[in-house]
């Protein structure tokens, strides 16, 4: 605490303490006894003896070191006890010792423990926060490098469903055409198909069948591609779908492996079909206004205004029946169980399966084969109404219809 | 109790009585025991410097006593072994480090203390054969510990005077004679001043005798308290916060009035300079002035210098310079 002393006079008072001063004693001689200095050291007086003794002691130097030496000691061993020296102003208001704070806070033993601990949370908060960082860091790349194999995967899925949409339709385009030329061949054609909805074998000599069967496979393959093609798509987009959303009633993974399946079968039923059932290669489209050499009741004709007349019919018949299929398969997708003709048929995959299968050999026939044709009709109309392959027991014969 | 009035024997009879119970170890005394201690203190405190002292007075001055120590020193009177080793064994730290003070080794300081301990047990015995010590100047009124130690500074400082020229090294001695022959000879002049003119050397010397014996006036004129905060901060080098603990206020209001007797120390100063030594304003203000420059060398500054004049002095003669 600063105090402005006047320093000439401190000076001079600081001077005369070499000059005997405070060496005067008492008249009397008489000197206070340790038990008065003692409680005068401690406040402790009553006020009237305290008045005496302080005079006593203004005057005497003995007695007043005495004093001094007590006061130092009494503050010694209280600063030993740790306890606080409180002492009360003028005005009655109590104030602790008058030890700086920052002395107490250096005081403070346990301070080099105290700075030390916190110097090792400082350092681990850093080190943490450090390695937080490199992780984020990390991550962060990983998350872009992911984020670019999903668009890449996407652009890829993207393109495949553009490529195929761009497929369907020059597949469509193409089938439209081709159906414009097969419509051109005229009425033969078209009454072959009533004839063949009505299972009558065609009739006519066999170069009209053969041309028959010629065209008919070449029908058969338009319209194998053209059921396989929405098929296809379809199953794509069911395999799409069930990517996205897989069913409730299979897991994914046997759907998918259903699929497969589904697809193994279809290309091992073309190896193992019967001759009857394969696919011929089909023969080059005939040129649109050509007339074929024999006319039979199966013989179908090119060109002729009347059947162009029916050509825009037939294809969007043809079109109506692929989309009604298509939508079939669609609808027919979320049943898994059907009953028809009696029979009951269990989706697996996209495989309607006969109760009544017990997993014996089957004959493999591809719908719109002639073979197909020559089957009972009660059969085609139950593989007729189930999308996809059927697997059925006939008269005790196991049958595949892909 | 023949000195004490009648009407204050109840009183004293009950506070004596309500000073057993509060004591934690009454070590087997009844009031009988401490009633002659309790009085005598009471005379020596209260009546002594107020005879017609009030019941209200004596009781708070009864009740405010140390039972427990009052207790235990009156049992070690009595002769109470148990009272003695508890004695003893508690408040030997506080005598042994009151002796430290004083011995410049811890083998002194032993000494010192068993000395004070047969002091305060006494070898002198009374007419009833019970020893007489120090012991019975113990009131109770102050803190046991408080009390011894003023006992060791007592018996210390009587011992040290005995004792000083022998515990007094000689190297201090020749100091202490060195600065008090550079005082008498210069007095409140520099050391460093050879070729002063011995007229203007009596004329400061003169001055500074006026000046100090002004001062001592002043001093004395004092109001006691001022006058004994004043000799135990410049002459017994007390701090402040011990000062202020000791009259019982605080650190801030000590010095405030240390810088108000200083006011009154310049005051009383300048005024019987004036009026006692025939000094005018300006005179007052030039010697003050000079003369605080001159006091303000210490001890250590006054070493300093002599060991620079002993250097020119071997520099002279050896005709370095």
């Known amino acids: 605490m600063e105090i402005e002393f006047d320093k000439e006079i401190d000076a001079l008072l600081r001077r005369a303490r070499t000059s005997g001063e405070s060496q005067i004693v008492t008249g009397s001689g008489s000197h206070l ?26 005057d005497c130097g003995r007695c007043r070191t005495i004093l001094s030496n007590t006061i130092i000691l009494n503050a010694e061993a209280v600063e030993k006890t740790a306890l606080p020296e409180i002492v009360a102003d003028e005005k009655g208001v109590l104030a602790a010792a008058s030890v700086p704070w920052y002395r107490r806070f250096f005081a403070t033993q346990n301070l080099a423990y105290g700075l ?3 110097a090792i949370v400082f350092v681990g908060m850093l080190g943490f926060l450090v390695v937080q960082n490199s992780l984020n860091t990390g991550n962060s790349e990983m998350a872009k490098v992911s984020e670019s194999e999903t668009v890449a995967s996407a652009n890829t899925s993207t393109s495949l469903e553009e490529s195929q949409r761009l497929g369907d339709q020059s597949l469509n385009s193409n089938l439209n055409t081709e159906a414009t030329e097969n419509l051109n061949r005229s009425e033969p054609r078209v009454a072959q198909n009533q004839m063949d909805a009505n299972n009558i074998p065609p009739n006519g000599p066999q170069s009209t069948d053969n041309t028959a069967g010629s065209l008919d496979d070449r029908k058969a393959d338009d319209d194998l591609r053209r059921n396989r093609q929405p098929q296809e798509s379809n199953e794509y987009r069911d395999l799409q779908k069930d990517k996205l959303s897989p069913r409730r009633d299979q897991p994914a993974g046997q759907l998918m492996e259903g699929k497969r399946k589904g697809y193994e079968r279809a290309e091992a039923s073309d190896k193992s079909a019967s001759p009857e059932s394969r696919i011929a290669k089909p023969a080059p489209p005939p040129a649109p206004n050509a ?6 009741s199966g013989a179908t004709t090119y060109g002729g205004t009347k059947n162009k007349s029916s050509a825009p019919v037939e294809a969007e018949k043809k079109e109506r029946e692929s989309d009604s299929i298509a939508a079939a398969d669609s609808d027919e997708n979320a049943a898994t169980e059907r009953s028809l003709g009696g029979k009951t048929f269990t ?3 996209r495989v309607w399966y006969d109760s009544q299968y017990r997993g014996q050999q089957t ?5 719109g084969t002639s073979s197909y044709k020559r089957l009972d009709s009660g059969l ?12 059925l027991v006939w008269k005790t014969k196991a049958y595949r219809i892909d | 109790m023949a000195t004490l009035a009648a009407k204050h024997k109840t009183t004293v009879e009950e506070c004596t009585s309500r000073l057993l119970s509060r004591a934690e170890d009454s070590r087997g005394l009844k009031s009988p025991d401490l009633e002659p201690r309790i009085v005598s203190a009471v005379e020596k405190y209260i009546l002594r410097d107020d005879e017609n002292a009030g019941h209200n007075e004596i009781s708070g001055f009864i009740d405010s006593l140390r039972a427990d120590d009052l207790c235990l020193i009156i049992a070690c009177e009595k002769g109470d072994e148990t009272a003695w080793g508890d004695l003893v064994l508690n408040f030997d730290s506080s005598v042994k480090s009151a002796a430290y003070k004083f011995a410049k080794n811890k083998e002194d300081a032993e000494d010192l203390a068993s000395s004070i301990w047969a002091e305060l047990h006494g070898l002198k015995l009374d007419a009833e054969g019970r020893t007489k010590g120090k012991l019975s100047y113990y009131s109770g009124k102050g803190s046991l510990a408080g009390w011894l ?24 001695r020749e100091f202490e004679n060195l600065a008090q022959v550079s005082s008498e000879k210069a007095e409140f002049r520099t050391v460093v001043t050879p070729t002063e003119n011995p007229e203007d050397i009596f004329g400061e010397q003169e001055t500074q005798k006026d000046i100090l014996a002004s001062l001592q006036e002043t001093i004395a004129g004092l109001e006691d308290e001022d006058r004994l905060i004043i000799k135990l901060y410049y002459f017994d080098d007390l701090k402040l916060k011990d000062i202020a603990q000791t009259f019982g206020y605080h650190e801030a209001t000590a010095s405030r009035k240390l810088v108000r007797v200083q006011q009154e120390i310049r005051k009383g100063v300048e005024k019987t300079l004036r009026q006692t030594h025939g000094w005018n304003d300006k005179e007052v203000k030039k010697y003050l002035t000079e003369s605080a420059e001159k006091l303000g060398i210490n001890l250590e500054k006054l070493f300093t210098a002599l060991l620079v004049i002993t250097l020119v002095q071997e520099m002279l003669s050896s005709g370095v310079l």
């Open chain 1, 116 to 118: 030390g601990a916190l």
């Open chain 1, 380 to 391: 085609r109309s139950i593989t007729d109404k189930l999308p996809g392959a059927v697997v």
């Open chain 2, 149 to 172: 130690r003023a006992v060791t500074n007592q018996l210390a400082i009587d011992e040290f005077r005995k004792m000083k020229r022998i515990v007094q090294t000689e190297d201090d």
């Open chain 1, 347 to 349: 989706r697996n995959g």
């Open chain 1, 363 to 367: 004959t493999n026939i591809r719908r």
């Open chain 1, 291 to 296: 007339t074929p050499a024999n006319t039979g």
């Open chain 1, 33 to 58: 006894d340790a038990d008065e200095i003692a409680i005068f050291a401690e406040n402790a007086l009553p006020d009237k003896a305290k008045q005496r003794v302080t005079k006593h002691l203004a």
